[in-house]
Every structure is written in C-alpha cells, then in structure tokens.
C-alpha cells in the first residue's frame, strides 16, 4: 500500500504543474520509481496495435490532466534502445498511445512509459508480444468474458477503446469459431455504433471462441483490427461459485528492483456468498512471509459489472527480488459455494543486454573464421611470391 499512497500523492501535486511532450529515449536515465505492470498484450502480427501507457492509472491521473509545455512523456523499449518514432513512421507515438501500423514479430518486447520532470520520475513497463494464430497461442491471445446459462448477455469486444474513440461509424463483424454470426434479432443481436452483441438465452452450446473484427482507415490506408474472446458458460447450480478471472496469465515478468501489483480478481455471481480471497507464498500468508513488509495484500475491493459482482485483492511488491522468481505465489477465492486456487509465477524479464550475450559468441566465431581465412590467404599469397622468385 506505500506504493500505492505514494503515486496517488505524487499524481495530485502533479496534476497542475506537470505538461509534457511525446519523444522518444534519447539518453536513457534511471527514473527512481519503477513499476512492472502486470498486464501484459498479446496481440496478433499483421495487425494494427496499442499499447496505453499505464503511467497514468498508477497516478490517478488522466491524459487530459496534464496541462502543455516541454515536459516529456518518453517511450523506450528493451529498457534502453532507441526506435524509430514518428508520423511517417510504422510505430508512432500519440498522445498516451504508442501505435504500431501493423505490429511485426520484431516487435515483440519490453516498452517503458516514462514520465518525468525536472523533479519527479516515474517510468512503467509492459511487455509487447506479438504472435501468429495457432491453436497453441489461442488461449494467450484470447479474452475471458463469463455468463450464467439461462440468462441474456451482452458480450464487449474488448480493448478497442483507442481504435473507436475517433470514430462514430462503429461497426463490427461477429464470428464464433470462425463463422459468421447472423444479425437476425432471434440469437443474436449486434448493436449499430457499439462495440457489443447480444446473444439471447445463453445455454453450453453458446461456448467457444468469438472474433469481433473492426476495420477503420488510417492515413488513407485500410486496416483490420480483431478481438478473441473465449466464452465460459456457467451452470445455474454453479452460478455463485467464485472464478478467478486475473491474473490471465499465471506468468508475470518483472525486472528486479521494480515495483510490481498483481491484482487478484475474482467472479462471484451476484453476491451474498461469503467470499473471501486472499493470497498464500509458499503456504504462508503474505504478511508472515514477507514481515518486512516488501510485500504485502491490498484490501477487498468489490466492483459491480453487468455480468455480475467481482472482488478483487491486490498484492504489492515494494521492489521485485530474485526470490520472487522461485516463490510460489497462489491467489484462493473461497465462499459457501467452493473454492478455486491460480498459482502464479514471477519470472525475471529478458535483461536489457541480452541480445548482446547472444550475440557475442557468434561475433567471435566470426572473428575467429576471418583471421584463419587471412593467415591462409597471406601464406598462400606468400608461396605463390616465393614460386615467381624462384623463376
């Protein structure tokens, strides 16, 4: 909770005398706060993507809060390399939003929003995966969104709030399993202008994997842009039995010495259950693990949804150490109707210089092969000379 008590101060001081411009990394400095945050994309190659600088949302501050001047809000990636960033370019930074027109395999990383004046500094990392549709990346690509049988449901296509915000002629194609859903009103039902469908007496039959598809132009160019979503169907007699929805996936990377937040949220019908969540290190509870406090649990916090009541308990790492990577963190949701377990992992982020370990073997056999070939070169030169001496 101190990292948290500490952004929420600092994003209120802020907030009036903070402007800023959008560059890239030039000279890379350390900022004294570092935050991992937990969620991850992962999106598809050959498609347009964003990613949102989560910088704000630890400041309780929105973009719009920030008043102009020659402040910097600067991206980088692999912590210190420099990218290409511009209008003209494929990867562009706008606004809160780095933008890739389409995303390449090459892109695939770890990209820092950085923050800062002349006196604070606050720099977020996120890691970028791009991947290829396989049945095998199906369950990372996908979006979770649960309903109880019996009941209509209003299904999001997810995540596609940068793409719509500029544009009022919304309309999107819906697929399950990859065919084309029919706007007939008696199933289904896509509302005009929204990023929604509505699909009627939801029963088993209705689960399995939705695409929502939006086409948009972008500088007189046309793209594509999709959303999977993986649909679980509850039964009514499980209904109030507690899902836990995040973490989404059960690996986080994080770089040591940043700060970290794994929220744990969790699905509980609609409430009156008893539900109790809480996190587990090793078998122990949190605050007798960690009684230095570098780690500690959040407080319930209960969210109402159109789908039902989430409770959601954070847990919060002052500064990731190499222990984290071997601990076995476990999230347990438990109320009157049962109890579900997530293990999650933490494993230690690519390191910024690791392409340089890889590369410097290959740089030395190379080295290695080019001297050979020259001492063979100069002795074969040198006999030839010694042949012609002789004549």
Not at 19 to 34: A, K, M, T
Not at 289 to 294: A, L, M, Q, S, V
Request: contains cysteine.
């Amino acid at each position: 909770m101190k990292v948290l008590f500490l952004l929420i101060t600092v994003g209120h001081s802020l907030s009036d005398t903070f402007g800023f411009s959008v560059s890239r990394l030039d000279s890379p400095e350390q900022c004294q706060n570092r935050i991992t945050h937990f969620k991850g994309y992962y999106v598809l190659g050959g498609e347009p993507a964003a990613i949102q600088c989560p910088t704000f949302s630890y400041l309780q501050m929105q973009y719009s809060d920030l008043s102009e001047s020659s402040q910097d809000l600067v991206w980088s990636r692999n912590y210190s390399e420099n990218f290409n960033v511009g209008e003209e370019s494929r990867i562009q930074a706008k606004e809160d939003l780095l933008w890739f027109f389409p995303t390449k395999k090459e892109d695939t990383g770890t990209y820092s929003c950085i923050l800062r004046n002349s006196s604070f500094c606050l720099e977020v990392t996120v890691h970028f995966n791009v991947m290829a549709l396989t049945e095998v990346t199906l369950a990372d690509i996908a979006y979770g969104q649960i309903t109880v049988e019996q009941h209509s449901f209003q299904m999001n296509c997810p995540d596609m709030g940068a793409f719509t915000r500029t544009h009022t002629d919304v309309n999107l194609r819906w697929l399950k399993d990859g065919n084309l859903l029919s706007n007939d009103g008696k199933k289904y039902e896509v509302l005009d202008g929204s990023t929604h469908i509505h699909i009627k007496d939801v029963n088993k039959e209705d689960e399995g994997y939705y695409t929502c598809e939006y086409t948009f132009t972008h500088d007189n160019k046309e793209y594509s842009v999709s959303r999977i979503i993986s649909l679980q169907v509850i039964a009514q007699e499980k209904r109030d039995h507690p899902i836990i929805v995040q973490p989404s996936h059960k690996t986080i990377a994080a770089s040591i010495g940043s700060k970290l937040t794994i929220p744990c949220k969790v699905f509980t019908g609609f409430g009156g259950s008893n539900l109790i969540v809480w996190w587990l290190a090793n078998g122990t509870y949190i605050n007798e693990i960690f009684e230095d406090g570098r780690v500690t649990e959040g407080s319930f916090q209960e969210t109402k949804e159109s789908d039902g009541i989430y409770i959601e308990v954070t847990l919060f790492f002052e500064n990731v150490s190499e222990e984290d990577f071997s601990t076995d963190f476990k999230c347990i949701a438990s109320n009157d109707y049962g109890t579900e377990v997530l293990p999650t992992q933490i494993r230690q982020a690519a390191s910024p210089f690791s392409w340089y370990l890889a590369a410097v073997p290959a740089i030395l056999i190379c080295l290695i092969v080019a001297i050979i070939s020259i001492c063979k070169y100069r002795k074969s030169s040198d006999k030839k000379q010694y042949s012609l001496a002789k004549y």
